[in-house]
């Protein structure tokens, strides 16, 4: 299985929005509405900000929104913060009862 | 307070074996399946497998099948990765996670990362 392809870096400035993309294939992201975002800064655990596509975990800022269509799901962040540079990972769920990861997205607040 | 604690970072060398753990409370334990990730130093996020404590069944990546094994002890609320024979390329940070459900196998609640160093 192949990873989830990411852009390997996305940038901001304050109160901007941006969006940050994953690609999968009918294998994964185009099958199930299984995709999940993660927040990662170095040196702590991942956080999860979106599963099933577009839920939110409670606690979790309503600035953070996440889309799919066909094999592509897509991160969304709104009023970008200082507090939101890391690195964002997706995720999916893939007909073959695995998951499988993107390569990582680093988020640049400038 | 849902946690999962995972065992202390270890130093192992080519060859040796390993066992790391974690350990979770605050919860039904058996009524959630667990992930395990691992971030090789600067790389990204990669899933080795996950489990469901209340049968021990196991999904694994067809990238560690045969290189890891992921088991459980509902007993004592604990999930585990061993290793029989490690590799340098072993050495990174192993994270296990709780997973919200089954099918989105999103993980909601991490430990906080246990870090493998092989070196010779």
């Known amino acids: 299985q192949s990873a989830l392809t990411q852009p390997a870096s996305v940038s901001g400035s304050p109160g901007q929005s941006i969006t940050i993309s994953c690609t999968g294939t009918?294998?994964?992201?185009?099958?199930?509405?299984?995709v999940s975002w993660y927040q990662h800064h170095p040196g702590k655990a991942p956080k999860l900000m979106i599963y099933n596509v577009n839920e939110r975990p409670s606690g979790v800022s309503n600035r953070f929104s996440g889309s799919k269509s066909g094999n592509t799901a897509s991160l969304t962040i709104s009023g970008l913060q200082a507090e939101d540079e890391a690195d964002y990972y997706c995720s999916s769920y893939t007909t073959s009862s695995t998951v499988v990861f993107g390569g990582g997205t680093k988020l640049t607040v400038l | 307070e849902v946690q999962l604690v995972q065992s202390g970072a270890e130093v192992k060398k080519p060859g040796e074996s390993l066992r790391i753990s974690c350990k979770g409370s605050?919860?039904?334990?058996?009524?959630?399946?667990i992930n395990w990730v691992r971030q090789m130093p600067g790389k990204g996020l990669e899933w080795l497998g996950r489990i469901d404590p209340s049968d021990s069944y196991i999904n694994y990546s067809p990238s560690f099948q045969g290189h890891v094994t992921i088991s459980v002890d509902k007993s004592i609320s604990t999930a585990y990765v061993q290793w029989s024979s490690l590799k340098a390329s072993d050495s990174a940070i192993y994270y296990c996670?709780?997973?919200?459900?089954?099918?989105?196998?999103?993980?909601?609640?991490w430990g906080q990362g246990t870090q493998v160093t092989v070196s010779s």
């Open positions: 009918s294998s994964d992201v185009g099958t199930y509405n299984y």
């Open positions: 605050g919860y039904n334990f058996a009524n959630y399946w």
């Open positions: 996670a709780r997973i919200i459900n089954y099918s989105s196998s999103a993980g909601d609640y």
